[in-house]
């Protein structure tokens, strides 16, 4: 086939201009990027063979080779693993990141600092642009394990590159970068060097498990040897001891095998002995990847047995509450042919997922008792995604709970644990109140809230969506009820200005038939009206009964593609809010109440713009106050 040259989508050109101006402060890290790719091929060519007898592949000496070449200024790392087709290096090279392109863009603008900005990189798997920071051109050549023609794809990266196939490749990839001139001042070293090669590999890559070798002329420090030279100690860090690997080594591996830049948050080490051996590193990140909440999130950590790498993303090792962990686990006993099918049914998987999720909650619960800072990190980048096993991991639940917080009525800044909030509950308190809205300021505003506020009860401010779901499935804590406040009839006793019980019983006489009217008018919407004892400001609020579901419950289910039937809620009417007074005295002094109906719908319609909800029509709803207003004037 000819050369085809081809352009760069718009999205892509833009991000290739920023890889070549450099995000990247430290400029040596694209070798680290090249030699993960370059491992990763080998990784999936061995697990490749082994799966397939019939695979026409060499797998004798499986390895990665760094040659330099100082008069033509190039530098090539090349690997004999499994390769790419013609079509695969259209669709994996040509397109940066295939998809998600204007998604990292977008984050990337919003990086606060370099740090971050490198960060986003591995995450979208386009570190392979980063060669482009040191050369003026890269070239690769490629050729699929069991196929016989190879590919070469040409970029000097300026909107342009260009494909064609050849008969002359090798198994695996090369990977060869025209260098710039270097340039010590713009941390633009000299990349042919042996020792700056040595010195970045020995810094990103020493526990790669395939050894990173060293040829051509600079092999030998520039005595004209041309011997290899292994550069890399290939020690699988999960089988060391922690206190022969530096918390350096430990956060290198983590980028790896994330593709993540910054350092992890935590780093969690298991080892289990006797009838069923493995070894697990595992790390919490200290960020959440930008796409945790979306399908196509790939979780899991990878697994090798015997130091064989088998899986990137094995799912059934941890519960998917704790997607965001990422690690090695080496078992001994399972089988090198395993499939993502038995792994879900093998009674030794599931003894690993059960022992791992307590070691994870375990960590979690010592970072929270001991370093304070590093769990409000925690918390705030995957506390919405942990309390998921609220629901969903019945057996681990006091534990999920015990390293949960809450944001609550009582501190701006300040969260609270169950247990916590407990302690400090009022004399006479019986229950663990909350709310759960869209955000902190909403919930706050909440007419729900009123008395509760006035009262100083404090109340917990849910405002993610599965806390919805949560609180009803938790029930209960430490033989205290967890209540909404919007739900149900709560009772919190007369406050000094709504008088005795007999007084709030003549009120419920007066109001009786303005109640009574309005539910016949609202019956398609309401299914009763009546006082209140949570509101002291707002003149209307709407509740569920205890056992309804809420409606932004309903949504969420029916988001799913769930059919949920309408429930009807409770309209709640403040007896003491002049708006409702004069309603209950023009009800009982007007014989035509048909003037009245259009009041009792806004008041109605109020009560759900409170909440955050909206009118059943709002044209006629704006209509109608702009109406109210104009009279008024």
Not at 123 to 143: C, H, I, K, N, W
Not at 331 to 340: G, P, T
Not at 477 to 492: C, N, T
Not at 601 to 626: H, I, M, Q, W
Request: proline share 3%.
């Amino acid at each position: 086939m000819p050369t085809e040259t081809f352009e760069f989508q718009v999205e892509a050109r833009q991000l290739l201009q920023l890889m070549i101006h450099s995000i990247y402060s430290n400029k040596d890290v694209f070798l680290r990027e090249l030699v993960s790719n370059a491992s990763d091929a080998l990784d999936k060519l061995r697990l490749a063979a082994l799966r397939d007898d019939s695979l026409d592949a060499d797998v004798s000496d499986l390895h990665i080779e760094l040659e330099t070449d100082p008069a033509a200024r190039t530098l090539t790392v090349r690997d004999n693993g499994i390769g790419m087709s013609y079509d695969e290096v259209g669709q994996l090279i040509g397109t940066i990141a295939n998809s998600g392109t204007a998604e990292f863009l977008r984050e990337l603008r919003e990086a606060q600092d370099t740090a971050g900005a490198e960060g986003l990189i591995g995450q979208f798997g386009v570190g392979f642009y980063s060669g482009f920071m040191v050369a003026d051109e890269v070239t690769l050549l490629t050729r699929r394990a069991g196929e016989r023609r190879g590919t070469r794809w040409t970029s000097r990266g300026e909107g342009t590159y260009t494909l064609e196939e050849v008969d002359d490749a090798p198994q695996g990839t090369s990977v060869t970068l025209h260098l710039k001139p270097a340039d010590p001042d713009n941390q633009l070293h000299d990349y042919t060097s042996a020792w700056k090669i040595k010195e970045i590999v020995k810094r990103y890559s020493d526990f790669i498990t395939w050894p990173v070798r060293l040829v051509g002329e600079t092999a030998g420090e520039g005595d004209g040897a041309a011997e290899p030279e292994t550069l890399n100690s290939m020690k699988a860090l999960w089988a060391r001891s922690r206190d022969e690997v530096s918390e350096d080594e430990y956060h290198e591996l983590y980028k790896h095998i994330s593709h993540d830049w910054r350092d992890p948050l935590e780093t969690i080490q298991l080892q289990a002995e006797g009838t069923f051996e493995y070894q697990a590193l595992l790390f919490v990140p200290s960020h959440a990847p930008h796409d945790l909440f979306t399908q196509d999130f790939k979780r899991g950590v990878q697994l090798y047995v015997k130091r064989v790498f088998i899986m990137d993303d094995c799912e059934a090792l941890l519960p998917p509450y704790l997607r965001f962990v990422k690690g090695v686990v080496d078992a001994q006993d399972l089988s090198l042919n395993v499939s993502r099918e038995i792994l879900q049914q093998d009674r030794h998987i599931l003894m690993m997922q059960r022992r791992l999720t307590k070691k994870v909650l375990s960590s979690v619960k010592s970072m929270m008792t001991g370093d304070a800072e590093r769990y409000a990190t925690f918390w705030r980048e995957f506390g919405a995604v942990l309390k998921e096993g609220l629901v969903t991991d019945s057996d681990n639940r006091d534990a999920i709970l015990a390293v949960s917080s809450f944001a609550t009525t009582h501190g701006e800044d300040e969260t609270v644990t169950l247990k916590q909030y407990v302690e400090r509950m009022r004399d006479g308190q019986e229950d663990i109140y909350y709310i759960t809205g869209e955000s902190r300021q909403s919930v706050g505003n909440s007419p729900h809230m009123e008395a509760f506020r006035e009262r100083g009860i404090e109340v917990l401010l849910l405002t993610d969506p599965v806390d919805e779901v949560w609180a009803d499935a938790v029930g209960e804590f430490e033989g205290k009820r967890l209540r909404s406040v919007a739900k149900g009839d709560i009772d919190l006793g007369a406050s000094e200005d709504e008088g005795s019980e007999g007084e709030r019983e003549k009120q419920a006489e007066e109001y009786a038939g303005l109640l009574g009217w309005m539910r016949e008018q609202l019956e398609e919407d309401v299914k009763e009206v009546r006082l209140s004892s949570r509101l002291t400001v707002s003149p209307a609020c709407v509740v569920a009964d205890a056992h309804d579901m809420t409606p932004a419950l309903e949504s969420m289910y029916r988001a799913m593609g769930q059919e949920v039937p309408r429930t009807k809620r409770i309209l709640e009417l403040n007896p003491g809010h002049q708006l409702v007074k004069g309603l209950n005295q023009a009800y009982g002094e007007r014989e035509d109440r048909s003037g009245l109906i259009e009041t009792a719908e806004l008041l109605y319609s109020l009560a759900l713009l409170a909440e955050g909800g909206r009118p059943k029509d709002p044209a006629r709803f704006v209509k109608a106050v702009a109406e109210r207003l104009g009279l008024a004037l």
